[in-house]
T-cell receptor, first 114, second 112 residues
Framework: KAGVTQTPRYLIKTRGQQVTLSCSPISGHRSVSWYQQTPGQGLQFLFEYFSETQRNKGNFPGRFSGRQFSNSRSEMNVSTLELGDSALYLC?????????????FGPGTRLTVL | TQLLEQSPQFLSIQEGENLTVYCNSSSVFSSLQWYRQEPGEGPVLLVTVVTGGEVKKLKRLTFQFGDARKDSSLHITAAQPGDTGLYLCAGSGSGNTGKLIFGQGTTLQVKP
């Protein structure tokens, strides 16, 4: 099976712009979670989607949003970019529906905000 | 709020030495996962532990889940340069579907 794929791998944006990141889960996986990784804060949970519905959300401002399509692919959007949004954005997919899920991560999208 | 404290944060050792990484919390987790991450890449799953007291072995790596499911440890025997990387523990809480709580990570450097 192909792993989790994320596009693009690298992005450079300027403050105030918006960005959309894409994630394709492992075939058959219906849950997609997004995380932000920074040197100072580590890996922090953004949100999780299952069957096109957001089931869980982390403590991030409303500028961070996401969606999931019927084929389980997911996108996340960050509007009005700030310098502090520079990070590695990771998505992870899992096949189960409960808290014992094992999550499999993609390679991430490295976002740099100038 | 569930938190995971991982220690040590940095570890630099010589090839052949043994080491242990700890992951502690005051909260109970339904399961706990260990990942290894290379620079610029996503975390790669090493193991998932579910049952309190569980011990799993993966070649030279031994993982243990505490009896109360609040802590875990990763022990590496005879470390090799290929073990170099960032080791992360992550817990799944009851009811927190799709959400993993991560420790801050342990950066391991194994010198030849």
């Amino acid at each position: 099976k192909a792993g989790v794929t994320q596009t693009p791998r690298y992005l450079i944006k300027t403050r105030g712009q918006q960005v959309t990141l894409s994630c394709s889960p492992i075939s058959g996986h219906r849950s997609v979670s997004w995380y932000q990784q920074t040197p100072g804060q580590g890996l922090q949970f953004l949100f999780e989607y299952f069957s096109e519905t957001q089931r869980n959300k982390g403590n991030f401002p409303g500028r961070f949003s996401g969606r999931q399509f019927s084929n389980s692919r997911s996108e996340m959007n960050v509007s009005t970019l700030e310098l502090g949004d520079s990070a590695l954005y990771l998505c992870a997919s899992s096949s189960l529906t409960g808290p014992l899920d094992t999550q499999y991560f993609g390679p991430g999208t490295r976002l740099t905000v100038l | 709020t569930q938190l995971l404290e991982q220690s040590p944060q940095f570890l630099s050792i010589q090839e052949g030495e043994n080491l242990t990484v700890y992951c502690n919390s005051s909260s109970v987790f339904s399961s706990l996962q260990w990942y290894r991450q290379e620079p610029g890449e996503g975390p790669v799953l090493l193991v998932t532990v579910v049952t309190g007291g569980e011990v799993k072995k993966l070649k030279r790596l031994t993982f243990q889940f505490g009896d109360a499911r609040k802590d875990s440890s990763l022990h590496i025997t005879a470390a090799q340069p290929g073990d170099t990387g960032l080791y992360l523990c992550a817990g799944s809480g009851s009811g927190n579907t799709g959400k993993l709580i991560f420790g801050q990570g342990t950066t391991l450097q194994v010198k030849p």
